[in-house]
């Protein structure tokens, strides 16, 4: 590598290559996606794939673990239920032959409706499918210049190196997006240790008994409620330093924002104790505090939509305050942090390329996409589309009544309304039903257009997932 960039690595006898830069959730899908596309073209003189990851040498604020896809907070890749958005989504994934998809099946712990990992043995499991995979080379290096022309003379080059993406991406960011380069907040769950609970204080369950128990649920008194609640609006938090303006996505809220609106607004959240009964008294608690397993040995658990900004010596007086919770011991405490994102539908093109700079593209939480899932399913469809661009074809978008079709639309041209924020996958993104159609049948329709649409359309552009070990 001369003076920080790449030279002929990855290349070897392939006449084109797609470079992915950071391999996080969606640099690996994407690396792993133009690999797949790379293995039915070798007539057309053959593709290869460099994935360049910058840890274990550089590490971001949150990350810390040496693996590649690394799941920077909670575990869970949110509900499987195949009639919700996100489970859709994680379908249609599975279809496309997911990297993502194929590690988490392999290494799920109890999480009732939801599909949860065992965060080390799934990042285990994508070093070993990238490192098994023949056309991908890891290269574990930082690429200093992430948008170097240079880089592209070989081919396209994915840019995906995640909301927490050091100056050398966000400085030409900022330059190629004129300034509208923005920015808001996140904050992370703490994860406390299992035999630091207080085992009276607790019962294992899942909401409405759907599931074998996977969450352990701390019931609170009315009284107890109000005194936690009392201290969480009075807990000191950690301050946003000068040059960072308080913003948070709404659909991960820190607990003393959440609680400032109001105290219903907890007990209609993430202590909401419907759906479950405290088999020692036979009642439903006033409020919940809900565990969900780290991993599969159970010896951590998250404690789940307590995202917090408040400094480590509030966090553990307030959240002692919850009587299973009295003696825990903190793996992990909650914290905020930066989650850079472009205004795509200004700044990139409807396949997520860089207009500005002709073949780069931008895949994951930087484009705009928020969660886990999406940050995957939208990199795998930019590994798709770069490969394409590779071998000379032209780029396509999924079936745009599908899951992964509406998330990406919401990235495309949209006539300048509003500002851009970025959003999970949800029914909101999906095309209108059919005229006069009854409410009661709007969901059944969304779910059989988007089931029906993908047989077709992967056969117009000639698509077949790769066998997955
Ligand atoms: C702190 C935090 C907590 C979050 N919690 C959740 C959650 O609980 N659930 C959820 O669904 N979503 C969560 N998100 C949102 C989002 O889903 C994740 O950030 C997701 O990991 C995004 O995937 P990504 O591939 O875009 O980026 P990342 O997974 O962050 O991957 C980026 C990769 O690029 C590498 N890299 C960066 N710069 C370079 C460079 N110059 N050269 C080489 N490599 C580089 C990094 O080391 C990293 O491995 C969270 C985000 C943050 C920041």
Redesign the pocket.
């Known amino acids: 590598m001369a003076d920080g960039q790449p030279t002929d690595l990855g290349k070897g006898s392939a006449a084109a290559v797609v470079t992915v830069?950071?391999?996080?959730?969606?640099?690996?899908e994407a690396a792993a996606m133009a690999a797949t596309v790379a293995a039915k073209a070798p007539a057309e003189g053959g593709l290869a794939v460099r994935l360049?990851?910058?840890?274990p040498e550089?590490?971001?604020?949150?990350?810390t673990s040496p693996h590649?896809?690394?799941?920077?907070?909670?575990n869970?890749?949110?509900s499987d239920d195949p009639d919700s958005a996100v489970g859709l989504l994680k379908a249609e994934m599975k279809l496309l032959g997911s990297l993502t998809m194929a590690a988490a099946d392999s290494c799920r712990v109890p999480a009732g409706g939801a599909l949860a990992v065992d965060r080390e043995r799934f990042g285990e499991t994508v070093d070993r499918l990238i490192a098994e995979n023949p056309r991908i080379e890891l290269i574990r290096?930082?690429?200093?210049r992430?948008f170097d022309p240079a880089l592209a003379k070989d081919g396209p080059v994915v840019v995906?190196?995640?909301?927490?993406?050091?100056p050398?991406?966000t400085g030409p960011l900022a330059e190629l997006a004129g300034g509208g380069n923005l920015h808001f907040y996140?904050?992370?769950?703490p994860i406390v240790t299992r035999d630091s609970l207080d085992p009276d204080k607790f019962f294992a369950a899942d909401r409405y008994a759907q599931g074998p128990g996977s969450y352990l649920n701390c019931p609170l008194s009315q009284d107890e409620f109000e005194a936690f609640l009392a201290a969480l609006l009075a807990a000191d938090r950690v301050r946003a330093r000068p040059f960072e303006e308080e913003r948070y996505f709404e659909g991960?809220l820190p607990i003393e924002v959440m609680a400032a609106r109001g105290p219903r607004t907890l007990t209609f959240g993430p202590m909401k104790p419907v759906g479950l009964v405290d088999p020692r008294t036979g009642q439903r608690p006033a409020a919940v505090v809900q565990l969900r397993p780290e991993n599969l040995a159970g010896t951590h658990y998250n404690l789940v939509g307590f995202q917090t900004r408040m400094t480590v010596g509030a966090q553990e007086e307030v959240f002692r305050l919850i009587p299973a919770l009295k003696k825990a011991k903190f793996a992990r405490h909650g914290?905020i942090?930066?989650?850079t994102y472009v205004d795509a539908p200004r700044f990139l093109d409807p396949f997520q390329g860089i207009p500005a700079l002709p073949g780069f593209f931008l895949?994951?939480?930087?484009t705009g996409v928020?969660?886990?899932?999406?940050?995957?399913a939208q990199?795998l469809w930019v590994g798709l589309n770069a490969a394409r661009t590779a071998l000379g074809r032209r780029p396509v978008l999924p079936p745009r009544v599908s899951a992964l079709g509406s998330l990406l639309a919401r990235l495309g041209p949209n006539d300048g309304q509003k500002p851009f924020c970025p959003s999970?996958v949800n029914f909101g993104l999906f095309p209108p039903p059919s005229p006069n159609l009854p409410k009661r049948q709007w969901s059944l329709e969304r779910l059989e257009r988007a089931r029906s649409c993908w047989e077709p359309f992967l056969k117009e552009i000639d698509h077949a997932p790769a066998p997955r070990p």
């Open positions: 830069i950071g391999g996080g959730l969606a640099g690996c360049f990851e910058m840890k550089c590490f971001s604020p949150a990350h590649l896809a690394e799941l920077v907070c909670s869970s890749f949110r290096a930082k690429a200093e992430p995906a190196t995640g909301p927490l993406a050091g050398e991406t996140d904050a992370l769950a991960c914290a942090h930066r989650n895949a994951g939480q930087i928020e969660g886990y899932v999406e940050s995957a990199g999970n």
